[in-house]
């Protein structure tokens, strides 16, 4: 089946629509055509420590995104797909296709994908040499790289598009729904949802409700009673 897909900027706007070839994945049988699932994820937390070690020692912070990220992976199950509405050859119309490499939608494709173990240099919080320090943050397709060496920076990115096919989005501005503000005059870092609270008062119909504090005292736990 279709699948849809937007990329959206740091003001939520969207800057690029991209359709997909999605499987089944509610289809497929553990144990038959697929084992294990996986993801590799950085906490969020995580990356706020992160994000503070390099507000503290004025740390480069840069981004990087995969391109057609689970794509990457060769199946080492056998899959079989029924042709796409609109792109059944007429000569084999009563064929499925068979997969090799792993597609969006496949309960395995995350586990596929390998992102780590198919970098020339893997450098996840990597110490190199002396005082370069070299830290990848992986979400998904999503990288944050951290660095206190310009050099070293470029050298990872070097090593990435040997492995990936992938974008250089320069300094980090907006991650995970998140707009990243710094000022490094002063050592830092700083985070804003709003975006995303303007997204969710817009599913819930809320977008034009009346703006105002809510008086409460700090520390009060509150509860469904």
Same mark, same amino acid.
Request: glycine share 6%; charged share 25%; net charge neutral.
């Given at each position: 089946m279709a699948g849809g897909h937007k990329?959206?900027?740091?003001?939520?706007?969207?800057?690029?629509?991209k359709a997909r070839l999605v499987a089944k994945g509610f289809r497929q049988i553990?144990? =038959? #055509?697929y084992d294990?699932?996986?993801l590799q994820i950085?906490? @969020? &937390?995580?990356?706020?420590?992160?994000?503070?070690?390099a507000a503290y020692h004025d740390y480069e912070v840069w981004q990087m995104d995969v391109k057609t990220v689970f794509l990457n992976g060769n199946l080492s199950?056998?899959?079989?797909?029924?042709?796409?509405?609109?792109? =059944? #050859?007429?000569?084999?119309?009563?064929?499925?296709?068979?997969? @090799? &490499?792993s597609i969006y939608g496949l309960n395995q494709a995350s586990r596929r994908f390998g992102f780590i173990k198919n970098v020339e240099e893997p450098?996840?919080?990597?110490?190199?040499?002396?005082?370069?320090?070299?830290?990848?943050?992986?979400?998904?397709?999503?990288?944050?790289?951290?660095?206190?060496?310009?050099?070293m920076l470029e050298a990872v990115k070097d090593s990435l598009r040997k492995s990936f096919l992938m974008k250089d989005l320069g300094e980090?501005?907006?991650?995970?729904g998140i707009k990243v503000y710094r000022d490094r005059s002063k050592h830092l870092i700083g985070l804003s949802q709003s975006t995303y609270n303007?997204?969710?008062?817009?599913?819930?119909?809320?977008?034009?409700?009346?703006?105002?504090?809510?008086?409460m005292s700090p520390g009060t736990i509150l509860s469904k009673t």
């Open positions: 990329k959206i900027d740091a003001d939520g706007n969207v800057y690029i629509y553990h144990g =038959v #055509d294990e699932t996986f950085a906490m @969020l &937390k995580s990356i706020w420590i992160l994000l503070a070690i199950e056998d899959v079989y797909m029924t042709q796409p509405e609109g792109f =059944v #050859d007429p000569l084999n119309a009563g064929k499925e296709c068979k997969l @090799l &490499k450098c996840v919080h990597k110490k190199v040499s002396g005082t370069t320090l070299v830290f990848l943050v992986l979400y998904v397709d999503d990288i944050l790289l951290i660095r206190n060496n310009i050099p980090a501005a907006y991650i995970l303007d997204k969710v008062l817009k599913w819930f119909n809320m977008h034009d409700s009346k703006k105002g504090f809510l008086s």
